[in-house]
């Protein structure tokens, strides 16, 4: 296969998309900075640092690795991904936050192992996907083994707990057998029973996930409780109106809405820059979904077929949940926002996303 230039176009888009998410960080993270660190711009410096100038690295070489070359590790590269999901329950490694295990912690730094989980798991199930025969065949053969890892992750995130990141994975194993060729009613009948007993399973398991939903369905109750998250959020973007208040005039952020920088960062943005601002930005995800799914369509073979719609679904579907959640029109998930949400692991994880849409529209069709 020939090998193209960069894809400028989707170069771009991220661009802007991280710088964005830079800009926005900055205004959003000083009071909680101010408040935890006595910086002005620690989470910024933080997220420079740990997060894009890492990921720019990691980015640089990724882009240079052929693609199949994740195809022919895909399966120890989601069982190493996994063991080290794992070691957030040892107590030397693991770090808590909230009352999530979440984190392995390194002293001056942490990581979020499953930010990486996602991108192996990618991998994995397109390389499982994308192999030769009828669609019967492949949906016969690929079942177990798909089963088995997300079963296996999926209760490592839920004693976690991180129910939003098993619901990322549904979401984009949704996708991937659709666009494998799976019979989409057959899909949505799958996720939908899956979902009703999962769903049924976790309000047992922790009252918080019903009070988030209780919330969505009635935000006005208890509205300095369990209500009062989506609440400040609303009233953020509400007195964002047309054009924001500017930047870095947030109200909300003076510890008023919880999560600022997390996955509350979109109503700041929509306070601040008002909905032009909040606009600009979902229109560049629609944009990196355009390109994503150009490069998918021109990939050279399934497999490639298969990855870019991965990560590209990935992206998307991540940042749909999040803003829709923060705009009440659907229940709170803690899912936070790529390339714009504070995290260093994500935001490299991200990244390294990037590289392998780059590599795979380097050996594109058109």
Do not use: C
């Not at 309000?203 to 400040?232: C, W």
């Amino acid at each position: 296969m020939k090998s193209h230039q960069l894809d400028y176009p989707l170069l771009t888009i991220v661009f802007f998309l991280v710088a964005f998410g830079l800009v926005a960080l900055s205004s959003a993270s000083v009071v909680l900075s101010q408040d935890t660190t006595d910086q002005n711009y620690y989470f910024l410096k933080h997220q420079l640092i740990y997060g894009f100038v890492l990921g720019l690295f990691l980015f640089l070489i990724v882009q240079r690795i052929p693609y199949h070359y994740w195809q022919k590790i895909a399966f120890p590269l989601i069982v190493a991904s996994i063991v080290f999901l794992s070691l957030v329950f040892i107590p030397q490694l693991g770090y808590s936050h909230g009352g999530a295990n979440r984190w392995i912690s390194f002293g001056f730094f942490s990581i979020q192992p499953f930010e990486f989980v996602k991108i192996a798991f990618i991998i994995y199930l397109a390389a499982l996907l994308s192999r030769k025969g009828e669609v019967k065949q492949i949906l016969k053969e690929s079942l177990i083994p798909f089963l088995v890892i997300i079963g296996i992750t999926g209760i490592m995130l839920l004693f976690q707990p991180n129910a939003s990141a098993l619901v990322i994975l549904v979401i984009i194993s949704g996708l991937l057998y659709f666009l494998a060729g799976i019979n989409i009613f057959l899909i949505i009948s799958v996720i939908l029973g899956t979902a009703l007993t999962g769903f049924f399973v976790l309000i047992k398991t922790a009252s918080y996930r019903m009070n988030r939903l209780t919330v969505f369905l009635h935000p006005e109750i208890d509205p300095q409780g369990i209500g009062y998250q989506i609440n400040q959020a609303l009233l953020a973007i509400g007195s964002g109106g047309l054009f924001g208040l500017g930047l870095g005039h947030s109200i909300q952020k003076w510890k008023y809405l919880p999560e600022p920088i997390g996955d509350s960062i979109f109503a700041i943005i929509a306070e601040e820059l008002g909905l032009i601002g909040a606009g600009i930005l979902v229109i560049l995800f629609v944009l990196l979904a355009w390109r994503g799914l150009r490069i998918a369509k021109n990939a050279p073979d399934k497999f490639g077929f298969l990855l870019a719609g991965g990560i590209t679904g990935w992206f998307f579907f991540q940042a749909f949940i999040n803003m829709a959640a923060i705009s009440a029109l659907m229940p709170l998930t803690g899912m936070p926002l790529p390339f714009v949400s504070y995290g260093g692991s994500a935001l490299v994880a991200s990244l390294i996303g990037v590289g392998i849409l780059a590599n795979i529209s380097r050996y594109s069709k058109g």
